[in-house]
Protein backbone atom coordinates (compact mmCIF):
# COMPACT_ATOMS: atom_id res chain seq x y z
CA UNK A 1 0.00 0.00 0.00
CA UNK A 2 2.74 2.45 0.94
CA UNK A 3 4.72 1.76 -2.51
CA UNK A 4 1.61 2.41 -4.45
CA UNK A 5 0.88 6.12 -2.18
CA UNK A 6 4.08 7.02 -1.96
CA UNK A 7 4.73 8.75 -5.32
CA UNK A 8 1.35 10.51 -4.93
CA UNK A 9 2.29 12.09 -1.74
CA UNK A 10 5.96 13.96 -3.42
CA UNK A 11 3.67 16.59 -5.20
CA UNK A 12 2.43 17.89 -1.50
CA UNK A 13 5.91 17.46 -0.20
CA UNK A 14 7.09 19.63 -3.01
CA UNK A 15 4.14 21.94 -2.23
CA UNK A 16 5.45 22.18 1.43
CA UNK A 17 9.36 22.17 1.20
CA UNK A 18 9.20 25.95 0.93
CA UNK A 19 7.33 26.49 4.45
CA UNK A 20 9.68 22.87 5.47
CA UNK A 21 12.72 25.59 4.79
CA UNK A 22 11.20 28.68 6.23
CA UNK A 23 10.48 26.83 9.62
CA UNK A 24 13.93 25.14 9.66
CA UNK A 25 15.21 29.10 9.13
CA UNK A 26 12.93 30.12 11.37
CA UNK A 27 14.30 27.80 14.24
CA UNK A 28 17.84 28.22 13.66
CA UNK A 29 17.69 31.72 13.57
CA UNK A 30 15.64 31.45 17.13
CA UNK A 31 18.45 29.23 18.19
CA UNK A 32 21.32 31.63 17.07
CA UNK A 33 19.64 34.43 18.87
CA UNK A 34 19.72 32.30 22.36
CA UNK A 35 23.50 31.43 21.60
CA UNK A 36 24.81 35.30 20.96
CA UNK A 37 22.24 36.59 24.00
CA UNK A 38 23.93 33.74 26.64
CA UNK A 39 27.50 34.51 25.60
CA UNK A 40 27.06 38.43 24.73
CA UNK A 41 29.23 39.58 27.19
CA UNK A 42 31.71 37.10 27.43
CA UNK A 43 34.90 39.50 26.31
CA UNK A 44 38.01 38.14 26.75
CA UNK A 45 40.53 38.73 24.21
CA UNK A 46 42.72 35.56 25.71
CA UNK A 47 44.03 35.29 22.90
CA UNK A 48 45.09 38.63 22.20
CA UNK A 49 46.76 37.94 25.50
CA UNK A 50 49.10 35.07 23.54
CA UNK A 51 49.81 37.57 21.15
CA UNK A 52 50.79 40.28 23.08
CA UNK A 53 53.05 38.45 25.47
CA UNK A 54 54.79 36.71 22.63
CA UNK A 55 55.59 40.15 20.98
CA UNK A 56 56.08 42.16 24.60
CA UNK A 57 58.89 38.46 24.94
CA UNK A 58 60.38 39.08 21.65
CA UNK A 59 60.75 43.36 22.65
CA UNK A 60 62.61 42.18 25.72
CA UNK A 61 64.96 39.27 24.29
CA UNK A 62 63.45 36.66 25.96
CA UNK A 63 62.40 33.61 24.53
CA UNK A 64 59.22 33.47 22.10
CA UNK A 65 57.97 29.82 23.16
CA UNK A 66 57.44 28.80 26.52
CA UNK A 67 57.11 25.26 26.77
CA UNK A 68 56.49 24.99 30.75
CA UNK A 69 53.01 26.55 30.11
CA UNK A 70 49.55 24.86 30.54
CA UNK A 71 48.83 23.89 27.14
CA UNK A 72 45.50 25.23 27.43
CA UNK A 73 46.84 28.88 28.61
CA UNK A 74 45.96 31.66 27.02
CA UNK A 75 49.56 32.61 27.59
CA UNK A 76 50.73 30.00 24.74
CA UNK A 77 52.05 30.99 21.59
CA UNK A 78 51.80 28.29 18.58
CA UNK A 79 52.29 30.89 15.71
CA UNK A 80 55.11 31.39 13.33
CA UNK A 81 57.70 34.27 14.64
CA UNK A 82 56.54 36.90 11.91
CA UNK A 83 53.24 36.91 13.80
CA UNK A 84 54.58 38.27 16.92
CA UNK A 85 56.96 40.54 14.93
CA UNK A 86 53.95 41.88 13.30
CA UNK A 87 52.46 42.74 17.08
CA UNK A 88 55.82 43.76 17.88
CA UNK A 89 55.17 47.66 17.04
CA UNK A 90 51.28 47.36 18.54
CA UNK A 91 52.80 46.83 22.02
CA UNK A 92 53.72 50.64 22.49
CA UNK A 93 49.79 51.61 21.55
CA UNK A 94 47.99 51.70 24.40
CA UNK A 95 46.78 47.59 25.04
CA UNK A 96 42.98 48.43 24.98
CA UNK A 97 42.69 50.61 22.00
CA UNK A 98 44.54 47.65 20.22
CA UNK A 99 42.03 45.11 21.60
CA UNK A 100 39.04 47.28 20.49
CA UNK A 101 41.02 47.62 16.94
CA UNK A 102 41.74 43.98 16.40
CA UNK A 103 38.23 42.41 17.48
CA UNK A 104 36.95 45.41 14.97
CA UNK A 105 39.05 43.67 12.17
CA UNK A 106 38.17 40.38 13.01
CA UNK A 107 34.72 41.83 13.18
CA UNK A 108 34.55 42.91 9.68
CA UNK A 109 36.42 39.62 8.42
CA UNK A 110 33.09 37.74 10.21
CA UNK A 111 30.99 40.07 8.56
CA UNK A 112 32.41 39.59 5.25
CA UNK A 113 32.50 35.83 6.19
CA UNK A 114 28.52 35.82 6.63
CA UNK A 115 28.03 38.11 3.67
CA UNK A 116 29.16 35.86 1.47
CA UNK A 117 27.03 33.26 2.57
CA UNK A 118 23.92 35.02 2.54
CA UNK A 119 24.54 36.19 -1.28
CA UNK A 120 24.44 32.54 -2.38
CA UNK A 121 20.72 32.75 -2.01
CA UNK A 122 20.49 29.15 -0.84
CA UNK A 123 18.23 27.76 2.45
CA UNK A 124 21.81 25.51 2.89
CA UNK A 125 24.08 28.45 3.07
CA UNK A 126 21.69 31.06 5.04
CA UNK A 127 21.31 27.81 7.30
CA UNK A 128 24.82 28.00 7.91
CA UNK A 129 25.65 31.43 8.13
CA UNK A 130 22.80 31.37 11.45
CA UNK A 131 24.65 28.23 12.81
CA UNK A 132 28.29 29.71 12.41
CA UNK A 133 26.93 33.07 13.35
CA UNK A 134 27.58 32.38 17.19
CA UNK A 135 31.02 30.84 16.54
CA UNK A 136 32.28 33.65 14.43
CA UNK A 137 31.22 35.77 17.88
CA UNK A 138 32.90 33.46 20.48
CA UNK A 139 36.13 34.14 18.25
CA UNK A 140 35.92 37.62 17.83
CA UNK A 141 35.60 37.72 21.64
CA UNK A 142 38.88 36.36 22.21
CA UNK A 143 40.84 37.68 19.76
CA UNK A 144 41.70 34.50 17.48
CA UNK A 145 42.97 35.10 14.18
CA UNK A 146 40.90 32.30 12.48
CA UNK A 147 37.58 34.93 11.09
CA UNK A 148 40.75 36.41 9.13
CA UNK A 149 42.60 33.26 8.16
CA UNK A 150 39.04 31.80 7.06
CA UNK A 151 38.05 35.09 4.73
CA UNK A 152 41.01 34.88 3.16
CA UNK A 153 40.87 31.84 1.65
CA UNK A 154 37.40 32.01 1.02
CA UNK A 155 38.00 34.90 -1.08
CA UNK A 156 41.51 35.01 -2.22
CA UNK A 157 42.15 30.97 -2.84
CA UNK A 158 41.10 31.54 -6.45
CA UNK A 159 42.96 34.79 -7.08
CA UNK A 160 46.58 35.24 -8.04
CA UNK A 161 47.20 35.73 -4.47
CA UNK A 162 45.77 32.54 -3.79
CA UNK A 163 49.05 30.70 -3.04
CA UNK A 164 50.54 33.18 -0.58
CA UNK A 165 47.52 33.66 1.12
CA UNK A 166 47.19 30.07 1.48
CA UNK A 167 51.00 29.87 2.51
CA UNK A 168 50.55 32.56 4.93
CA UNK A 169 47.83 30.34 6.46
CA UNK A 170 49.70 27.36 7.01
CA UNK A 171 52.29 29.01 8.77
CA UNK A 172 49.90 30.39 11.44
CA UNK A 173 47.32 27.30 11.33
CA UNK A 174 49.13 24.73 9.50
CA UNK A 175 46.48 22.60 8.36
CA UNK A 176 44.75 25.29 6.11
CA UNK A 177 47.59 23.46 3.68
CA UNK A 178 45.45 20.75 2.55
CA UNK A 179 43.29 23.34 0.70
CA UNK A 180 46.36 23.02 -1.73
CA UNK A 181 44.43 19.95 -2.94
CA UNK A 182 41.95 22.11 -4.66
CA UNK A 183 44.87 23.38 -6.87
CA UNK A 184 45.87 19.66 -7.40
CA UNK A 185 42.09 19.43 -8.60
CA UNK A 186 42.46 22.34 -11.08
CA UNK A 187 45.92 20.65 -12.32
CA UNK A 188 47.49 23.97 -11.15
CA UNK A 189 50.34 22.61 -10.86
CA UNK A 190 52.38 26.17 -10.78
CA UNK A 191 49.95 27.12 -8.23
CA UNK A 192 51.05 24.36 -6.01
CA UNK A 193 54.51 24.69 -6.22
CA UNK A 194 53.92 28.54 -5.74
CA UNK A 195 51.57 27.51 -2.39
CA UNK A 196 54.66 24.89 -0.96
CA UNK A 197 56.62 27.25 -1.62
CA UNK A 198 55.12 30.00 0.21
CA UNK A 199 54.38 27.89 3.34
CA UNK A 200 57.87 26.80 3.37
CA UNK A 201 59.27 30.51 3.20
CA UNK A 202 56.68 31.99 5.82
CA UNK A 203 57.23 29.14 8.05
CA UNK A 204 61.14 29.97 7.76
CA UNK A 205 61.55 32.08 10.55
CA UNK A 206 60.88 29.22 12.85
CA UNK A 207 64.54 28.41 12.27
CA UNK A 208 65.75 31.28 13.59
CA UNK A 209 64.03 30.56 17.31
CA UNK A 210 64.58 28.28 19.67
CA UNK A 211 62.07 25.41 19.49
CA UNK A 212 62.76 23.43 22.29
CA UNK A 213 60.12 25.43 24.52
CA UNK A 214 57.64 25.37 21.57
CA UNK A 215 54.38 23.67 23.25
CA UNK A 216 53.27 20.62 20.97
CA UNK A 217 50.85 19.40 23.74
CA UNK A 218 47.33 20.06 22.32
CA UNK A 219 45.79 20.03 25.57
CA UNK A 220 41.88 19.83 25.82
CA UNK A 221 39.58 20.61 22.63
CA UNK A 222 36.89 19.17 20.29
CA UNK A 223 39.32 17.21 18.90
CA UNK A 224 39.47 13.09 18.31
CA UNK A 225 42.66 13.17 19.59
CA UNK A 226 41.36 14.76 22.78
CA UNK A 227 37.96 12.64 23.13
CA UNK A 228 38.45 9.37 22.02
CA UNK A 229 42.58 8.75 21.24
CA UNK A 230 45.73 9.84 19.81
CA UNK A 231 45.17 6.61 16.91
CA UNK A 232 41.35 7.79 17.03
CA UNK A 233 42.90 11.47 15.90
CA UNK A 234 45.33 9.86 13.53
CA UNK A 235 42.65 7.69 11.54
CA UNK A 236 40.27 10.72 10.92
CA UNK A 237 42.95 12.92 9.35
CA UNK A 238 44.45 10.23 7.77
CA UNK A 239 41.05 8.99 6.10
CA UNK A 240 39.72 12.33 5.54
CA UNK A 241 42.98 13.48 3.84
CA UNK A 242 42.77 10.45 1.84
CA UNK A 243 39.39 10.72 0.35
CA UNK A 244 39.97 14.52 0.20
CA UNK A 245 43.30 13.26 -2.22
CA UNK A 246 41.25 10.92 -4.41
CA UNK A 247 38.45 13.32 -5.44
CA UNK A 248 41.46 16.32 -6.58
CA UNK A 249 42.77 13.90 -8.25
CA UNK A 250 39.44 12.70 -10.00
CA UNK A 251 39.12 16.41 -10.45
CA UNK A 252 35.83 15.97 -8.32
CA UNK A 253 33.61 19.28 -8.10
CA UNK A 254 33.53 18.11 -3.90
CA UNK A 255 37.16 18.63 -3.63
CA UNK A 256 36.25 21.95 -1.96
CA UNK A 257 34.02 20.85 0.78
CA UNK A 258 36.33 17.48 1.09
CA UNK A 259 39.59 19.58 1.79
CA UNK A 260 37.43 21.66 4.29
CA UNK A 261 36.04 18.31 6.12
CA UNK A 262 39.85 17.49 6.36
CA UNK A 263 41.58 20.14 7.72
CA UNK A 264 38.92 20.18 10.55
CA UNK A 265 40.09 16.76 11.43
CA UNK A 266 43.13 17.24 10.37
CA UNK A 267 44.36 19.58 13.47
CA UNK A 268 45.10 17.62 17.04
CA UNK A 269 44.12 20.72 18.48
CA UNK A 270 40.37 21.82 16.72
CA UNK A 271 37.55 23.23 18.50
CA UNK A 272 33.85 23.40 17.46
CA UNK A 273 34.82 27.11 15.53
CA UNK A 274 36.62 24.56 12.93
CA UNK A 275 33.67 23.87 11.19
CA UNK A 276 34.18 27.54 10.01
CA UNK A 277 36.48 26.35 7.59
CA UNK A 278 33.17 24.77 5.52
CA UNK A 279 32.52 28.58 4.46
CA UNK A 280 36.18 28.10 2.26
CA UNK A 281 34.60 25.21 0.46
CA UNK A 282 30.96 26.44 0.34
CA UNK A 283 31.93 29.46 -1.26
CA UNK A 284 35.04 29.13 -2.95
CA UNK A 285 33.17 25.74 -4.77
CA UNK A 286 30.45 28.30 -5.54
CA UNK A 287 32.92 30.47 -7.80
CA UNK A 288 34.57 27.49 -9.40
CA UNK A 289 30.60 26.56 -10.68
CA UNK A 290 30.41 30.00 -11.52
CA UNK A 291 33.61 31.29 -13.19
CA UNK A 292 35.43 27.85 -13.97
CA UNK A 293 38.43 30.12 -15.14
CA UNK A 294 41.08 31.10 -13.29
CA UNK A 295 40.29 34.25 -12.06
CA UNK A 296 42.50 37.55 -11.52
Excluded: C
Aim: hydrophobic share 55%.
Amino acid sequence: MLPMSFPGALPTIRRIQPLLKRIVIALLFGAMLIRVALIATDWNFGDINAYWLAAERLKHGEPLYLGSLNPDSYQVFRYAPWFAWLWMPLTFLPRSLVEVGWAAVLGIASLWILAGLVRLRSAAAVGLALILTPWLLSLVQVGNIQPLVVAVLAYGMSRRSGPIWLGASVALKVVPGLFTLVYVARRQWRRVILAVASSGLFAAPFLLYDLSGYQTDPGRSASLYYYVSPFAWVVGAVLSGLVALVLAWRRSPYIWVAAAVAVMLAGPRTHVTYATYLVVGLLGGTADRIRPDDRG
